[in-house]
């Protein structure tokens, strides 16, 4: 099990965001993907999860095997790729345990396992919660209405236990949280490092990282990996900024860190 | 967000799939509307004198009415002279056995899924069976005769109850209410009749199947149910038809009664032919429903799901005029394709302490139009009445609209009137939330719907929940490429 990024360009409304990505993930890895705003990580996230917004324009993308870019968002979710939102969605009125449960019997399906049903379902969740320390009431809750933005990162990465992808994408989900929110989420990431699951984390900061550890870390700027590296990347990062890696043809672009 | 329109644009035809037509022989009228009709109906259902001179006061008013034009809709003039106003299957089944109803009709009710052998229905639901004009069968009839409830058409109670009908029959809306009620009085020709006793629950839920088969006929039924002191019932109410490129009219008129701590629970699914995507054909339902609540105490919850009609022009309302009396109305109207809905209700507090609870959502799609009417009055002796309102629009796509008109008539300065209001999209983001997640669009569409009509399907009957959640999903079907 393998995801393989090929020369990927993408943009959004007409203008080019990714120039040209290259990378591979393998099962059992972590990856971690930083840079700084506006360089395009979150765009490659949502790139991989099918996000309408985005226009590929070239290269590809191999998801053991298969071309994901053929595929349409819901089928990449069957396939086994997840990606937990930034900026998580409200649905009034639909409980999370219902959503949970649709999502969950829609990928086993896909899966040819049989669907679970009300009994089933509570089992597996109420082991998954007890893993993760969530709250019960939180399954009887609108999805993410009237949530904090800890308890809207919490959820996503709930819903990820539950549905157990093989490649978990967290577009900036250690991003608001306080410090014990974020010890909650790489707990969650930590519990669920396995031999056949791979992560991509997309960080602006390298404080989760302090966490959960990579295996490898990309630097993204401007929609090009420019660096990777260990995880000492990471540090290096966290004491130098952004603006050292910076290409020589932006130079007078912002030193951001 | 850019492709928001791209993708939500690509209208698909939206299939209706009671859209057949069952080949029987009918013995209709012919078109056309003046007193001799009248006499022909009143004759063909062997009418007492006094009906048929109800209706026809009703129908020398009707002539002096103009159609009205304030309702938020828009269509071509009604030709009232080029309807059919009779309509019936030639073979009457006898009234004592199911076994006679033409085996056709039957098969049709059956591919509705309206079995109307009892031991194949849902245990706890009567069913009367309407075909264009007439009843065709009525269940469970003798088991309620038991506890003194009668559940029959409108024929039959005329014939064998005419003391009660004329006792209540225009108490609620009366001959002369609006132009469309007055030519069901006038007109009207079949429907159901139930009258729960003292004291007596109702121990099933009671339900009228609506369908029009035949061509360019109208369809005018009146339902009349009466709880007396202390009884309560479920009424549920579901309506198809064939698809036809022409319009057809539907103008029905309910009347409900409710003594002291009665209960009366009223559910519609409307379901009636909306038309092509194109918005040829469907169904104009031109209804008024209106309930009183008589008795101190009693209550009226009226639910209907709006999902089909090319044009749907109803208030179901309560006039509470008993002390302490409730009022409730919860309302999902959905427009589609070219469908126009202006539908809410009318509260009217007249008694003390009365309260009343409107709930209204209303999804608009493709070009439909989705009007929010409703009338809260606190007449001036109406101390201590509150009422609730909340009038809820989702619109899914950029081509559909949402409008809410609430009136609020308030003569007692004790009264407490709450009113909330929101208009929301399906938002691309939702949508793909949901696809993330591994749901399809459609699934996350009607997820999406069926939370936002929580509070109203909440309202429904168990089954009849299930059943309004599917046809929301049908109805809405294609509304999201």
């Not at chain 1, 409200?90 to 409980?95: D, L, Y």
């Amino acid at each position: 099990m393998k995801l393989r990024i090929i020369k990927l360009h993408a943009a959004a409304a007409g203008h080019e965001i990714l120039r040209g990505i290259d990378l591979a993930i393998d099962a059992g890895e972590v990856h971690a993907l930083m840079g700084p705003n506006g360089s395009g990580k979150s765009t490659l996230a949502r790139v991989l999860a099918g996000h309408p917004e985005y226009q590929v324009t070239a290269g590809e993308v191999l998801w053991d095997g298969a071309n994901l870019l053929a595929m349409d968002p819901e089928s990449r979710a069957r396939a086994g790729v997840f990606m937990a939102f930034q900026y998580p969605v409200e649905i009034p009125g639909v409980s999370n345990a219902y959503f949970l449960k649709a999502a969950l019997n829609a990928v086993r399906a896909s899966r040819g396992q049989e669907e679970l049903d009300a009994i089933e379902f509570m089992t597996t969740v109420r082991n998954r919660m007890a893993e993760l320390g969530v709250d019960e009431a939180l399954l009887n809750r609108p999805v993410n209405e009237g949530f904090s933005g800890g308890e809207k990162k919490r959820n996503e990465i709930f819903q990820m236990a539950v549905l157990e992808p093989r490649l978990a994408i967290l577009d900036e989900t250690d991003s608001g949280l306080d410090i014990d929110a974020l010890k909650i989420v790489a707990h969650g990431v930590n519990a669920m490092r396995q031999a056949d699951r791979a992560f991509l984390l997309v960080t602006h900061y390298q404080r989760l990282l302090n966490y959960v550890v990579p295996d490898v870390v990309h630097v993204l700027s401007e929609g090009k990996i420019v660096r990777s590296g260990g995880k000492e990347l990471a540090l290096e990062l966290e004491e130098k900024g952004y603006g050292w890696l910076e290409a020589p043809a932006a130079a007078g672009a912002s030193t951001g860190g | 967000m850019s492709t928001s329109t791209q993708t939500i644009e690509q209208l698909a035809t939206r299939e209706y799939k009671y859209g057949f037509v069952t080949d029987v022989e009918q013995d209709s009228a012919p078109r056309g509307l003046d007193e001799h009709i009248i006499h022909l109906i009143s004759e063909k259902k062997h009418e007492p004198a006094w009906l048929l001179e109800w209706r026809l006061k009703a129908f020398r008013v009707w002539q002096t009415m103009k159609e009205p034009t304030w309702g938020n809709v828009k269509y071509g003039p009604i030709d009232y002279q080029d309807i059919i106003y009779y309509s019936a299957p030639k073979k009457r089944p006898s009234l004592q056995s199911l076994d006679d109803v033409d085996p056709e009709i039957r098969r049709t009710f059956e591919k509705l899924g309206i079995p109307l052998e009892e031991q194949k229905l849902l245990t706890g639901v009567a069913v009367d069976a309407v075909f264009d004009s007439v009843s065709v069968a009525t269940t469970f009839k003798e088991k309620l005769a038991d506890l003194g409830i009668i559940f029959c058409s409108f024929s039959d109670a005329v014939q064998e109850h005419p003391d009660l009908v004329q006792k209540y029959l225009g108490t609620v809306v009366p001959y002369s209410d609006n132009f469309f009620a007055t030519l069901n009085s006038a007109v009207f020709s079949d429907g159901s009749f139930a009258f729960i006793p003292k004291g007596v629950r109702c121990p099933m839920e009671l339900s009228t199947y609506f369908r029009i088969n035949a061509r360019d006929t109208g369809q005018f039924e009146r339902t009349l149910i009466v709880a007396e002191e202390g009884s309560s019932v479920s009424y549920l109410e579901g309506c198809t038809a064939p698809m036809r490129d022409q319009n057809q009219l539907h103008a029905a008129v309910v009347e409900l009664v409710a003594l002291d701590n009665a209960t009366i629970k009223y559910s519609t699914v409307q379901n009636w032919y909306p038309g092509d995507s194109e918005g040829r054909g469907g169904i104009y339902n031109f209804v008024t429903k209106r309930g009183k609540c008589l008795g101190v105490n009693s209550k009226i919850t009226w639910t209907q799901v709006e999902t089909g009609s090319a044009i749907t022009w109803k208030y179901p309302g309560c006039i509470l005029m008993g002390d302490n009396s409730v009022g409730e109305f919860y309302s999902v109207a959905t427009t589609n394709n070219w469908q126009q809905a202006d539908t809410g209700t009318k509260m009217i507090h007249l008694g003390k302490n009365t309260r009343s609870t409107i709930v209204s959502k209303g999804i608009s799609a493709g070009h439909g139009q989705n009007t929010y009417r409703g009338l809260v009055r606190i007449a001036k002796g109406a101390r201590g009445a509150r009422n609730y309102s909340q009038c809820d629009s989702l619109l899914i796509g950029d081509k559909c609209g949402a409008h809410t008109f609430p009136y609020l008539e308030i003569n007692n300065s004790t009264a407490r009137v709450e009113h909330e209001a929101s208009t929301s999209k399906i938002g691309e983001d939702q949508i793909f939330y949901c696809r993330q997640r591994g749901l399809t669009t459609e699934d996350a569409i009607n997820m999406i719907v069926s939370g936002f009509c929580k509070e109203v399907f909440r309202q429904l009957p168990m089954e009849f929940a299930v059943e309004a959640r599917k046809l929301l999903g049908v109805s809405l079907e294609g509304s999201v490429g």
